[in-house]
T-cell receptor, first 112, second 115 residues
Framework: GENVEQHPSTLSVQEGDSAVIKCTYS??????FPWYKQELGKRPQLIID?????GEKKDQRIAVTLNKTAKHFSLHITETQPEDSAVYFC???????????FGKGNQVVVIP | DAGITQSPRHKVTETGTPVTLRCHQT?????MYWYRQDPGHGLRLIHY???????DKGEVSDGYSVSRSKTEDFLLTLESATSSQTSVYFC??????????????FGSGTQLSVL
């Protein structure tokens, strides 16, 4: 089955700087790649997703890029703010497959 | 937030006892999922349902069973709880329109401790 890995496991950034989290996946047939954010003690929530037919997607301060050849995708957060501090999970699946494979999560800490 | 309610929110039980967690949705979504979250392991799928009485196993299904007799309810049962099942359990739902895995909406979670 699909195997998703996230790097780095923990990332500390100064407020206002950019943060980048990278995920790699194993199944070249996967074509849907969402990112979920989980604040301390809260539920995971979808923040952005991308399909394999596009290389980049943006939503305000966050963006996701996909490199199908290298089988990796990345989350970019610009102008980081304290409320961006959270655990971020990437995931991958094949269209029509009922199973999302999640990575183990990245802890992002924004230092004021 | 999507209408998902998990109960109980917290539970402490003893090894060997059966435990049932409930997930209730008011969104009429077709797909429902049970995940467990453990430090260092992220979110792992236990079981999922793609319709009433239609369920399938996830990656960590041993020791768990599920039932879905109504669209709105998805029950997770630990047949004989073990300490390794101490975890936070999340229910999730998905509309299942188009790509079935898109846009998972999670419940608030159940913290289960098995002593």
């Amino acid at each position: 089955g699909e195997n998703v890995e996230q790097h780095p496991s923990t990332l500390s950034v100064q407020e206002g700087d950019s943060a980048v989290i990278k995920c790699t996946y194993s199944d070249s047939a996967s074509n849907y790649f969402p990112w979920y954010k989980q604040e301390l003690g809260k539920r995971p929530q979808l923040i952005i997703d991308i399909r394999s037919n596009v290389g980049e997607k943006k939503d305000q301060r966050i963006a996701v890029t996909l490199n199908k050849t290298a089988k990796h995708f990345s989350l970019h957060i610009t102008e980081t703010q304290p409320e961006d501090s959270a655990v971020y999970f990437c995931a991958a699946s094949l269209y029509g497959n009922n199973r999302l494979a999640f990575g183990k999560g990245n802890q992002v800490v924004v230092i004021p | 937030d999507a209408g998902i309610t998990q109960s109980p929110r917290h539970k402490v039980t003893e090894t060997g006892t059966p435990v049932t967690l409930r997930c209730h949705q008011t969104e009429n979504h077709r797909y429902m999922y049970w995940y467990r979250q453990d430090p260092g392991h992220g979110l792992r799928l236990i079981h999922y349902s793609y319709g009433v009485k239609d369920t399938d196993k996830g990656e960590v299904s041993d020791g768990y069973s599920v039932s879905r007799s109504k669209t709105e309810d998805f029950l997770l049962t630990l047949e004989s709880a073990t300490s390794s099942q101490t975890s936070v359990y999340f229910c999730a739902i998905s509309p299942g329109q188009g790509a079935v895995n898109e846009k998972l909406f999670f419940g608030s979670g159940t913290q289960l401790s098995v002593l």
